[in-house]
């Protein structure tokens, strides 16, 4: 019975973080400009389960910048603003810091 609250317990923390990169992405982040478009709010959940990796393995904050920066010069073929793509990477970084804290 434990590993069922276990796994559920495992399943809202990654809801939780998940919805918490959702938010920044579109707070923060937001390359095309949708954040106040209602219907657009699902717009970057594509990118979701990738950053949501990066973030539970720690992997090193230049993999999410590159990530980032890929999703918006490549992926979507816009020109990128770096600034904006550094302060959205340690935006993310610090939804792993709040969780453990």
């Known amino acids: 019975m434990r590993l069922g609250a276990s796994m559920s317990e ?4 990654a809801r939780s ?9 579109m707070r923060e ?3 095309i ?5 209602p219907e657009a ?3 970057y959940d594509g990118y979701i389960n990738e950053i949501y990796g990066l973030l539970i393995r720690r992997e ?5 910048v590159d990530f980032l ?3 918006e010069t490549e992926h ?3 020109y990128g603003n770096r600034q904006r793509t550094e302060r959205t990477a340690d935006a993310l970084l610090k939804i792993v810091g709040n969780a453990d804290g």
Do not use: N, S, T
């Open 10 to 13: 495992r399943l809202q923390r």
């Open 76 to 78: 979507m073929c816009l």
């Open 17 to 25: 973080y998940q919805d918490a990169i959702r938010d920044v992405l």
């Open 33 to 37: 400009g949708v954040a106040g478009v």
């Open 41 to 43: 709010q699902d717009e």
């Open 29 to 31: 982040w937001d390359p």
């Open 69 to 71: 920066w890929w999703a």
């Open 60 to 64: 090193p904050r230049q993999k999410l």
